[in-house]
């Protein structure tokens, strides 16, 4: 079974703090995804990689970053983190196809403070 | 760009009863993947069922049907016999062949004993 594993759960940051949040997948899947959940807009696509070192803009990337060393982590950094950030962040990883499904990690609820 | 539309933001079932949630999706597209993915509330998001565009025959996998209605760009999922275990967020979600995930708002769903 795939494993997808989110370093914290619950986070708790003030404003203008750099966060990391990390994520880590065990099977060796090509793809990785930084998605944020908000009640009523669904699943929000911020960045994705299609391999080490590569990084896509999602939907919302702004006042966020990625870094992706190696092909198992895949990091998320708010720069500066704001109050309009807090949030569920889903990490996610898929094989190279389009018909591979995602493995989701058990997300991060961040609060800013 | 590919739109997942989701219209009931809640659903209730009575507990061994059939309940079916809605999805639309819109895209120019003609191959691509479909899936319903469920949320327990506080556990991690699941891949519950899938479905390849170019197959007519609806995916089942046990109690989880679809009705999969490509001219219609609708993709539904009926679930029979409901269990206390069904209650979730269930979301749809489109691939595209660049492997991408556009998901839909989601719908709660409530299941009565």
């Known amino acids: 079974d795939v494993k997808v594993t989110q370093s914290s759960r619950y986070l708790v940051k003030r404003t203008g703090e750099k966060v990391f949040l990390e994520c880590v997948q065990d099977m060796d899947h090509e793809n990785m995804f930084w998605y944020r959940q908000d009640p009523g807009l669904g699943l929000r696509l911020i960045y994705f990689?299609?391999?080490?070192?590569?990084?896509e803009k999602g939907d919302i990337p702004e006042g966020y970053s990625v870094s992706r060393e190696k092909k198992e982590r895949f990091s998320l950094i708010l720069e500066s983190a704001s109050t309009n950030q807090t949030s569920m962040y889903l990490c996610?990883?898929?094989?190279?196809?389009?018909?591979?499904?995602?493995?989701f990690g058990n997300g991060t609820r961040l609060t800013v403070t | 760009a590919q739109t997942v539309t989701q219209s009931q933001p809640e659903m209730s079932v009575q507990e061994a009863e059939t309940v079916t949630l809605s999805c639309t999706y819109d895209t120019s597209e003609s191959d691509y993947y479909l899936f319903w993915y469920k949320q327990p509330p506080s556990r991690q998001m699941i891949l519950v069922i899938r479905q390849e565009a170019y197959k007519q025959q609806n995916a089942t996998e046990n109690r989880f049907s679809v009705n999969f209605q490509k001219a219609a760009k609708s993709f539904s999922l009926k679930i029979s016999d409901s269990q206390l275990g069904d209650a979730a967020m269930y979301f749809c979600a489109f691939n595209t062949n660049a492997g991408k995930s556009t998901f839909g708002d989601g719908t709660t769903l409530t299941v009565k004993p």
């Open positions: 996610a990883s898929t094989l190279g196809q389009s018909r591979s499904p995602l493995h």
């Open positions: 990689s299609y391999d080490v070192k590569m990084k």
